[in-house]
């Protein structure tokens, strides 16, 4: 079982039969694997220089050109909004990412941050927790020995 496979068992219910969105797909690997069980799968990034070829394959997922931190998508337009292996890279807009995927969930949605990077793992600890502490969001976090698990509730 790959990791991603890992993953998507943990988090299925929040997946399978859902409207999800991957917010900074990088390569959209979570995106594919998504979409075998998602009803629909929508990856944005602000490059598509990284999309993995398999992503042309699958019918319910479409990649898009965007900021994650201002999405062009109408408010709670997705059940389930996933940040994979991604948090390191927006290490600088963790309020914007986090508030604008927040918006674009659907009332009783969840976001996940997930990484198994330790640039990741170190801003979900340095800058993710304490952000959310902060604002007061309701949150919960996981670790086995791959992958933190943040889960943010709308």
């Known amino acids: 079982m ?11 219910e929040d997946i399978a039969g859902k409207k999800v969105l991957e917010a900074a797909c990088g390569r959209a690997e979570f995106s594919v694997y998504a979409s075998k069980t998602a009803q629909e799968v929508y990856c944005v990034d602000l490059v598509d220089f ?13 990649f898009e050109l965007m900021d ?10 997705f059940d389930t909004v996933v ?6 890279h927006l290490d600088t807009v ?12 659907k009332a009783g949605g969840r976001l996940y941050i997930i990484s198994s990077f330790k640039m990741d ?5 340095d800058k993710v927790i304490p952000y959310l502490q902060e604002s007061g969001e309701k949150y919960t976090v996981e670790a086995d020995k791959t992958y933190t ?3 943010i509730e709308k």
């Open 121 to 125: 793992k170190n801003v979900i600890e």
């Open 50 to 62: 990284r999309l993995i070829e398999e992503i042309k394959e699958c019918k319910n997922l479409t």
């Open 2 to 12: 790959s990791q991603i496979s890992k993953v998507l068992e943990k988090i299925k």
């Open 83 to 88: 940040m994979y292996n991604a948090i390191g």
């Open 68 to 77: 994650v931190t201002d999405m062009k998508y109408g408010e709670q337009t």
């Open 149 to 151: 698990y943040v889960q």
């Open 94 to 105: 963790i309020s914007e990412a986090i508030t604008e995927s927040k918006r674009v969930l």
